[in-house]
């Protein structure tokens, strides 16, 4: 899958640096993402495990090009929120 990733102006560098992502984990997830729902505005969430074993939330935007997308934000997700999926699996 091509992947493009939101810059944060700031820094210059992809967006989801700052919350402690790099880009092979969310290459990861998004190749086998465990869910992929709607978010808000036309984005999609993808949650999955990266080749580390952390549990990420990937949010992005599907692109008009087949298999291309691209990433808003990425972040670890939270005991509650890995709880409730592990719930929401069985």
Do not use: C, N
């Given at each position: 899958?091509?992947?493009?990733?939101?810059?944060?102006?700031?820094?210059?560098?992809?967006?989801?640096?700052?919350?402690?992502?790099?880009?092979?984990?969310?290459?990861?997830?998004?190749?086998?993402?465990?869910?992929?729902?709607?978010?808000?505005?036309?984005?999609?969430?993808?949650?999955?495990q990266?080749?580390?074993?952390r549990?990420?939330?990937?949010?992005?935007?599907?692109?008009?090009?087949p298999?291309?997308?691209?990433?808003?934000t990425?972040?670890?997700?939270?005991?509650?929120?890995?709880?409730?999926?592990?719930?929401?699996?069985?």
């Amino acid at each position: 899958m091509k992947l493009r990733f939101y810059i944060d102006p700031e820094t210059g560098a992809p967006h989801i640096e700052r919350h402690g992502v790099t880009e092979p984990e969310v290459r990861t997830v998004m190749a086998r993402p465990i869910e992929d729902r709607p978010a808000r505005e036309g984005a999609r969430a993808a949650i999955g495990q990266s080749a580390g074993g952390r549990y990420l939330r990937v949010i992005y935007v599907p692109d008009p090009e087949p298999d291309s997308a691209f990433v808003i934000t990425a972040y670890e997700l939270r005991p509650k929120a890995k709880h409730a999926l592990r719930r929401r699996r069985k």
